[in-house]
């Protein structure tokens, strides 16, 4: 399941608790869409539970995504016990004019007060 949740009118909040497979993010970039065309720039909270498969096409599909609307997107931080992911994420450069920084999960917290602010 894919939980959303408002942590301020411009932060999109995202809890992924499934497998990310290819067709189950519309409804995620609908959302994400919405709240650009609302407030023009956001930021984005997504936490990935622990051991949930992404799969690479989605994963290619989704930094595409990110990429498109990178001028809206102010800053996207990952929360996830995935080391691989994390190192992916933390390539700054992936996602043009967003701030993008991960996070283990035991550290919620602090992403929630990065993306915040």
Do not use: P
């Amino acid at each position: 399941m894919i939980s959303t949740f408002e942590l301020a009118n411009h932060v999109v909040g995202l809890i992924i608790d499934r497998d990310i497979e290819e067709g189950n993010l519309e409804d995620v970039h609908e959302i994400i869409l919405d709240r650009i065309s609302e407030f023009g720039k956001i930021n984005i909270f997504c936490e990935i539970t622990k051991e949930k498969h992404i799969a690479f096409k989605c994963l290619m599909e989704e930094l595409k995504f990110k990429y498109e609307n990178s001028q809206s997107i102010d800053k996207l931080a990952i929360v996830t016990d995935l080391t691989w992911l994390r190192a992916v994420m933390n390539v700054d450069d992936l996602i043009g004019h967003t701030k993008m920084r991960s996070f283990e999960i035991k550290n919620r917290i602090k992403a929630i007060q990065w993306i915040s602010d």
